[in-house]
């Protein structure tokens, strides 16, 4: 039964793919925009599997782990496969599959790959991980597109021709494998490198205030390729970072922010406070786009809710809650 699978170019993405070539639902892959589809620009009918991916009605069936716990229940039944609260998208298709015989059994095997996308999706990477990055740890940056290879067009082939052959590569390959193949070599050689010349740059570019660090990247000519945690490991103080670089075209800039994942005292909702700003994003990470007439302004207002965050954590309860406590 050959389906496609419309799926997000990142690293869970390719392993979803993996683990539907392993059962053997799936024969093309489509690498989408989660926004394409939301806003309906890619036609999604009965021969689609959808997965990290939101919900298209229409499709054969979805795999997913992005959608809030409301979503969920609003599409309850509605739809075949499932999306559930897990760590990536490819342990949803991995629990669904785990017990419908025979898929379980061919699946197995690739427990430590679907452990492996949990990780990079959830940013639980170690300061070894982002200083020296080994096998899938390396595999997982080179195919995320935050990471910024996509950017490079020096390549041999293009990242998208890369991840379309991923999957099959992560389904019958070694991860040692697969580093070494000319194409995957040249992008972990060509990442240590820049890696190198961003860390020069952060070091130059970033300041500390109190528990925010501020990095301003506007101006940048050529944005070296580079870890986007290396900060929080640089600075291992400071437990949220505020990110200012130049947008699309230097229409305007972007703000990111997110939580230091090495140094988890931030108690900032960072996906609330860039509503306020036309933004989004979770409790942890998020940006929004503002023009460069407002940016002082607006990351002076960042840097006070961040102390006023810090403020309320270190605040002592109210009388009230101690007393019923
Ligand atoms: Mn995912």
């Known amino acids: 039964m050959g389906m496609r699978l ?13 683990l539907l070539l392993e059962v053997g639902l799936v024969e093309e892959i489509l690498y989408a925009h989660p926004n394409d589809l939301q806003e309906n620009r890619i036609p999604v009918g009965a021969g689609d599997i959808l997965a990290n991916v939101p919900y298209v009605a229409g499709c054969a069936m979805w795999f997913d782990h992005h959608s809030s716990e409301r979503e969920r229940l609003s599409l309850q039944g509605g739809f075949a496969g499932l999306s559930a609260d897990a760590p990536s998208a490819a342990q949803v298709v991995f629990d669904y599959f785990r017990d419908r015989p025979p898929h379980g059994g061919r699946l197995a095997r690739h427990a430590p790959l679907v452990a492996m996308a949990g990780v990079v999706d959830s940013g639980r990477f170690s300061r070894q991980d982002v200083l020296d990055p080994q096998g899938y740890v390396m595999l997982a940056f080179i195919s995320d597109p935050r ?19 991923l999957p099959q590569l992560l389904r019958t390959r070694s991860v040692d494998e697969i580093l070494a193949l000319p194409d995957f070599r040249e992008r972990a050689d060509f990442y240590a490198a820049e890696n190198a010349r961003y860390r020069r740059l952060l070091l130059e570019r970033s300041r500390a205030e109190g528990d925010a660090l501020l990095i301003d990247l506007r101006g940048v000519e050529e944005m070296p390729v580079g870890n986007r945690f290396l900060e929080y490991v640089i600075f291992p103080e400071q437990n949220i970072s505020i990110r200012v670089a130049d947008g699309r075209m230097r229409r305007c800039a972007m703000i990111s922010v997110g939580h230091n994942i090495f140094n988890r005292s931030c108690r900032l909702d960072v996906g609330a406070l860039m509503l306020r700003y036309g933004g989004g994003g979770h409790a942890r990470v998020g940006a929004c786009q503002v023009g460069y007439a407002d940016v002082g302004r607006v990351v002076a207002e960042l840097l006070q809710a961040v102390r006023s965050a810090a403020d309320r954590a270190a605040a002592p309860p109210p009388r009230e809650a101690i007393r019923r406590a």
């Not at 990471?147 to 052959?165: A, H």
């Open 147 to 165: 990471t910024g290879l996509g950017r490079r067009r020096s390549f041999r082939i293009s990242n998208l021709e890369l991840m379309k052959r």
């Open 6 to 18: 419309i799926t997000r170019a990142d690293f869970d993405g390719s392993v979803c793919a993996a």
